[in-house]
Structure formats: C-alpha cells, structure tokens
C-alpha cells in the first residue's frame, strides 16, 4: 500500500554494476589471432595537413571574391592518428568486466523508509523476473562487437572471445562471429551453436549481477580491417583549447591507443527497445531521460511519453503504480547503470 507521507531521498546515489575497464589496442594477422599475446600495441602519431574550406558559409560570407581569398589562406591543422602498420590487417581490442551483485540498493540514501521501499521494490522485480532479460541483452552487446564502434564498421570479419576469469585464469570460454549477430534487436539467433554460447554467457552475467557469484569477463575482440588502415581510439575532450593547438587529440593509456571505459559501458548498456520510437530508431543506451547525443534527442521526456527513468520510478516506488514489464526492465536497468537520482531542492 502506498505510503502517502514517503518522499523521495535528497541523498540517493548507485554504483554501476557494470564496470568495465579501458580497453586497449593491439595490431597483428588475422591468421595469428590464436596467438596474439605479444602483438605490438597502437601508438598514437601527430599528423599536419592543409585543409580545405567546406565548412557551410553564412550568407554575408557567399561572395564569390571573399570566398576565392579565404581558400587562398592555408587552413593547417595537426591532428592525432592511430593506424595498423603495413605489415598488420587486424586491430585486437581487450578489455575486462566485472559484473557486481547488489542491484537496486543505494550507495548513498538520506531516506531510511525509502530505503526500505526501494529494496522492496526492486526484489518484487528480481523475484518475479530475475536478470535474465536484462543479461541477455548485455551478452548480445558483448558478442556482436558493438563495443567496437566505428571501428566494426566496414571490417571484413570480426570474432569476439569472452572468457570468465577465475583466479586469473579462463575457467569458461566462448567465441562469437560478430558480424553474426546483428546490431539493430535482440532475437535469439538461429544458429544453434552462437545461441547456447549466448545464453550460458548471459546466465553467467544475470548470477553476477544477482550476487550469487564472482564475474570478471576478459573481452577480446578481433577486427580485419586491412594493412595500414586507420583505427578509431577514443577522442578526448579538451574544453581549453587554445589557437594552434592540436584540433584532434586521442586517448591513450601509457603510450597505447584505447577507448574510453565510459564509452565501453555506453556500448554495452545500449539495451533500450521499450521506448516509443524504437522500432524506426533501434536501441538506444540506457539513460533516464533517453538522451541520445549524437541525435540531440532526448527519447523519453517527463512532461511528453512520461516514461522517463523518475517518472517511473516514483510512480512504483511512491505510489505502488507497478509500471508494464519492459518498463520495469528500463527502470532497473538504469539502476544498473548507476547515477544520482535524489530528489532536487
């Protein structure tokens, strides 16, 4: 029953459950990814080049001599590259994931009765539905190489090997076509064998996140990309930019090009089919407010489809309005997620 004087907590903050590390990256032969241990790392290169103007000119800047002196002045930019070497047609990405049990119970929270009503609530779902939808769908992520990015993008093939880490060793062992497996929905896939290889990965993923045990994941992924082509690092996000600097600066982990652990996390939470433009938009991560930022879009907006992640949220926990199932599903998986979700002043 619904307690009229529960308020939601100031203070109410969660951990992300899915935690993944940075990933780096690695060149070597397609042939020799059974033994890729000791391929060369990616480094990172300065690049100069004169660029063109093709930037959309406003209309006091269409005269045709303004334009003919603007394209006389060089427009020099140094930037950061990674690249295969010519002797490499395959970038290796690695990674790990650690899986961590305790769904739905805040690291911070100021509110003890909504505290309680929150464990509450959150065991309805665990109890009636376990993590298996939700750990279906990560698995998918991890095994079709989304994860990868642009880097998925145009490749010849790409394999993914994910390997459950115990004592610093692989105790279980899958590999995934990921070209198999499509990015736009979540359908079990028709070949038999990737189908039971999904499925014991995500069992192994809902148990983690279930807290019944230990999961740390070792994720390799392989792209045949071609010798010498160029690969795509994480960029960084350097507000401070001054004249003259370099307009393009890549992310790297001691002298090695890798991507960003938060865009790994994106990748893998990008889950999201139960909002109302799905079916022509396909999945989106799991954000409370459906932001896309690539698109400038936010899908699920308070005051519009009310299926924002707070709307939902206090609706079920505040008012015992039990929200439909894949609801409910974009409600603990942004638990998930992790975030500050108190109440604003």
């Not at 060089?74 to 690249?83: G, K, R, S, W």
């Not at 069992?203 to 792209?223: C, D, M, P, S, Y």
């Not at 505040?318 to 500050?340: C, M, N, S, W, Y």
């Amino acid at each position: 029953m619904a307690n009229e004087s529960l308020k939601t907590a100031s203070v109410l903050a969660f951990e992300r459950k899915l935690d993944p590390s940075d990933a780096l990256f690695f060149a070597g032969a397609w042939s020799e990814r059974g033994a890729s241990a000791n391929w060369k790392p990616i480094v990172i290169n300065e690049k100069s080049v004169r660029g063109t103007i093709s930037n959309r000119l406003k209309a006091g800047q269409q005269d045709p001599a303004k334009l003919d002196a603007a394209i006389e002045n060089p427009n020099l930019q140094t930037v950061d590259v990674a690249a295969l070497p010519a002797d490499a047609d395959t970038l290796k990405i690695s990674f790990t994931l650690r899986v961590l049990g305790g769904t739905g119970s805040p690291s911070a929270c100021n509110g003890a009765d909504y505290r309680l009503k929150l464990l509450a609530t959150v065991k309805s779902y665990v109890d009636a539905n376990g993590f298996g939808e939700l750990a279906r769908r990560y698995a998918r992520n991890l095994a079709n190489g989304r994860f990868l990015w642009r880097n998925r993008i145009g490749t010849e093939a790409a394999e993914v090997r994910i390997a459950h880490l115990v004592d610093g060793a692989a105790k279980s062992e899958w590999t995934f076509d990921a070209l198999a497996l499509p990015l736009r929905g979540f359908d079990t896939p028709t070949d038999a064998k990737i189908a039971a290889g999904l499925t014991e990965l995500a069992t192994l993923i809902g148990e983690g996140l279930a807290g019944k045990q230990h999961v740390l994941l070792r994720i390799t992924a392989f792209a045949r990309i071609g010798a010498g082509q160029e690969v795509f690092p994480s960029q960084e996000l350097i507000l401070d930019r001054s004249r003259g600097d370099k307009s393009k600066t890549l992310y790297q982990v001691n002298g090695i090009a890798g991507i960003h652990s938060q865009k790994l996390g994106n990748a893998i939470r990008t889950i999201d089919t139960w909002y109302q433009e799905s079916d022509e938009n396909g999945p989106i991560a799991v954000e409370p407010y459906g932001s896309v930022t690539t698109q400038g879009k936010a899908y699920r907006q308070p005051r519009g489809t009310k299926d924002d992640f707070y709307t939902l949220l206090d609706g079920w926990v505040l008012k015992d309005k039990t929200p439909e199932i894949d609801q409910q599903h974009f409600v603990i998986a942004t638990l998930i997620r992790g975030g500050v979700f108190g109440e604003a002043g």
